[in-house]
């Protein structure tokens, strides 16, 4: 039987960096949609069939979810090839984010850097929380009335770690309003490293900190970029600095090293992600890389590739992909102006629906916004009209408190020095509060066995016979007698009573607990639970009761940022408005607003089929500096400027209101919210 070539598939350009196996370094650097991603797939593909071990390959990619995708298209890719019955992927151990990979190598190399084994992470909220604390117990608060919040000490101290640059280079050039600070907040970041070391605990951060430390040992480097006979990474324009340097340190010569990635769709500069990574790339090993262009898209039909180059045509720097495809015909781009949020939450629902009944299941459409909260709105209307949805890019399952309050009792299992944790855990005990806590955790963090010093502690009077209940489970948890996830069966039935006790809605956060305990099934080990949960919180679904099945149909929400790589027919953006995009938050620099502008891009270039940009002509913003939410006159976006509106078509609705389009007068704000609120501390 002949089997089919996948090569066969691809253009020619693809097949070239598919195929490439010289020593050098390879870069494909191509505009969206233009199968970078599917390039990478198949070239781990190809590798695997010509021999290379997929244990010795290491796939970074920007979520969980893409780097099982990717899997998921080599596997098919390998079946078809090589005429294999089985229908598992390629079994590619090494592949997630850098931070998953990061947390992986460290705790297997752990004994040999000075780090425990059984170190947890903490997540970004757990994270300001320690800094907050650390901050309080140094005495920064109460003295110096003005000194920067934990959010944004945080802030700061993550961009120096992630970008290299010194502290006073990073507060000049991005907090310059703190620069009085410096000397203050060395004092407080060096206590903070203390902190998390005497807790055993590890930031986001340190995951790539400590990596790039470690291959800074020639030993050590040595040993760990010798396990990789290749390292492939997608969307490489949002990596930071420190990601590059990793990458460098673990393939010094590049031979073995693909990265793919578009300068026009770097969105992650915010967080100190780099396009300097992908546009230096080609000098930065030591020897020069191949790098391989493509310019044919293939997801989006032309009206929808003309709207989006359009906007980023007018962006400052020039990106020089040039693409065309070759699905024709297709209906515009549109413009759908609404009164308000409301009305808009109405019209997309009723669009959703129109779509589906033309045969756009609910899954192939999405709907993206700027931030988090925009689409509460939605999430409202479709609720009532009980449309399935599961949202992407936001964090509420793992923040709601009953979620807290469970994932913390496993984590202070796992490591009983962690205090964030152990502070939380105890206090759910009536009759433990802040004072007692502090004395127990200050007791086990001396101990040189922390879990004989809660043993021996002594609660106060009114909490004496729920203590001894707890020091029974936190016993058994410890020792890790139990399996898990049967562990933590164990923890939720402890936990379900004092849940019962605190909250009146207990029945319904039962469910969310559930929803834990059938995510826990899919890890082999508690710690892994954990630190995959940590870094890549699961998503949120409209009736909680867990994940969508995979033959139901339900439509995708999520932020823009996390919908970065994938494609869908029908794509709904929301408040494609001055104040969202660009963010309200983002106008200071030109910078920030060329970032934006890509973020558009990126939302745009997502739509295959159908795309909407809705523009609410009146709609909240919500002031962070206190002044609550407040009504303002926004009009479209300034990155669809009136020469463009060509390439898009115009609606108003309900039709009734076609008078509020926008003239060029209304678009202008009336009002500064922000220039209002400044005026008020002046
Ligand atoms: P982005 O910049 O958004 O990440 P990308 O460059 O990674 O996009 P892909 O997601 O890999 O693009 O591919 C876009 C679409 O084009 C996918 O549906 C993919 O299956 C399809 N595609 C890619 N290459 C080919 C090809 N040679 N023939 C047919 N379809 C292709
Ligand atoms: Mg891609």
Redesign the pocket.
């Known amino acids: 039987m002949q089997l089919p070539d996948p090569l066969a ?3 020619a350009q ?1 097949r070239e960096a598919v195929t490439h196996d010289d020593q050098r370094p390879l870069l494909v650097i ?12 198949h070239r781990v593909a190809h590798l695997i069939r010509n021999g290379a071990d997929p244990q010795r390959m290491m796939l970074l990619t920007f979520s969980r979810r893409a780097a099982q995708e990717m899997e998921r ?1 080599a596997g098919t890719v390998l079946q078809r090839a090589m005429g294999l019955q089985s229908t598992t992927p390629p079994n590619l151990p090494w592949s997630g984010t850098f931070h998953s990979l990061g947390a992986r190598l460290l705790r297997e190399y752990a004994p040999r850097i000075g780090l425990a084994e059984n170190f947890t992470i903490h997540d970004r909220g757990d994270s300001e929380d320690l800094m907050g604390l650390v901050r309080h117990e140094i005495g920064f608060s109460e003295q110096k009335k003005r000194f920067p919040l934990k959010g944004t000490c945080l802030g700061i101290y993550s961009r120096v770690l992630n970008t290299r640059e010194p502290l006073a280079e990073v507060l000049q050039s991005v907090y310059p309003w703190c620069t009085q600070w410096e000397d203050e907040l060395k004092k407080l970041f060096g206590a903070y490293v203390e902190a998390k070391q005497q807790q055993n605990v590890l930031d986001y951060d340190d995951l790539l900190g400590f990596w790039a430390d470690m291959m800074s040992e020639p030993v050590l480097a040595q040993e760990v970029g010798a396990r990789f006979d290749h390292a492939l990474v ?2 490489y324009q949002d990596t930071n600095r420190l990601q590059a340097e990793i990458l460098l340190s673990m393939k010094p010569t590049g031979e073995g090293v693909t990265v ?3 300068d026009a ?1 770097s969105i992650y500069s915010f967080r100190g992600a780099t396009v300097r990574n992908i546009l230096d790339f080609p000098h930065r090993f030591s020897q020069p890389a191949r790098v391989v262009t ?1 310019e ?4 989006s039909t032309q009206p929808i590739l003309d709207a989006s180059n359009a906007v980023i045509a007018a962006a400052r720097e020039r990106f020089t992909k040039n693409l065309y495809t070759e699905k024709g015909a297709g209906a515009k781009a549109q413009i759908v102006l609404v009164p308000d949020e409301a009305q808009q939450a109405r019209w997309v629902a009723d669009e959703v629906l129109r779509r589906r009944e033309g045969g756009v299941t609910l899954k192939s459409q999405a709907v993206l916004f700027r931030a988090s909260n925009h689409s509460a709105p939605l999430e409202l209307e479709l609720a009532r009209r009980n449309i399935p949805f599961v949202k992407f890019g936001g964090l509420k399952f793992l923040e709601a408190a009953h979620v807290k309050d469970l994932m913390a009792v496993l984590r202070f299992a796992q490591n009983p020095r962690g205090r964030m944790a152990g502070f939380r855990v105890v206090q759910l005990i009536p009759g433990i509060g802040p004072a007692s806590a502090t004395r127990l955790l200050d007791a086990m963090a001396d101990a040189p066995e922390p879990l004989v010093a809660l043993q021996q502690f002594e609660p106060p009077a009114a909490a004496r016979e729920e203590w001894a209940a707890f020091t029974s489970l936190y016993a058994s948890l410890v020792n890790t007698s139990l399996a898990f996830p049967a562990d933590m069966e164990l923890a939720r039935s402890w936990y379900v009573p004092h849940l019962e006790r605190m909250h009146d809605d207990a029945q319904v956060r039962k469910l969310d607990l559930e929803q834990l305990a059938r995510m826990a099934a899919a890890y082999p080990t508690r710690e892994r639970f954990l630190t995959e949960l940590t870094l890549d919180p699961p998503e949120v679904t409209s009736d909680q009761s867990g994940p969508p099945l995979l033959d139901e149909d339900y439509l995708i929400l999520s932020t823009i940022h996390s919908a ?4 869908w027919k029908a794509v709904h953006v929301l408040n494609v408005v001055d104040g969202c995009i660009p963010s309200d938050m983002a106008t200071g620099t030109s910078e920030e607003i060329e970032e934006e502008r890509r973020l558009l891009y ?1 939302a745009m ?2 739509a ?1 089929e159908h795309l909407h940009l809705v523009v609410p002509q009146r709609f909240y913003v919500t002031q962070q500096s206190g002044g609550g939410d407040r009504h303002m006159y926004a009009g479209r976006s300034r990155f669809i400027a009136e020469a463009m509106m060509g390439a898009f078509e115009q609606l108003a609705w309900p039709q009734a209101d076609a008078s509020l389009a926008p003239s060029r007068e209304a678009q202008a704000p009336v009002m500064s919210v922000r220039d209002r609120s400044r005026a008020a501390w002046r």
Do not use: C, H, I, M
Request: proline share 0%.
């Open positions: 598939e691809l253009n693809q191509a505009g969206a949609g233009s199968g970078k991603t599917n390039t990478l797939a298209r997608d969307e793919v990635g578009d769709q493509l044919r898209n293939y997801r970065k790589g994938q494609e990126v270039t997502r295959k």
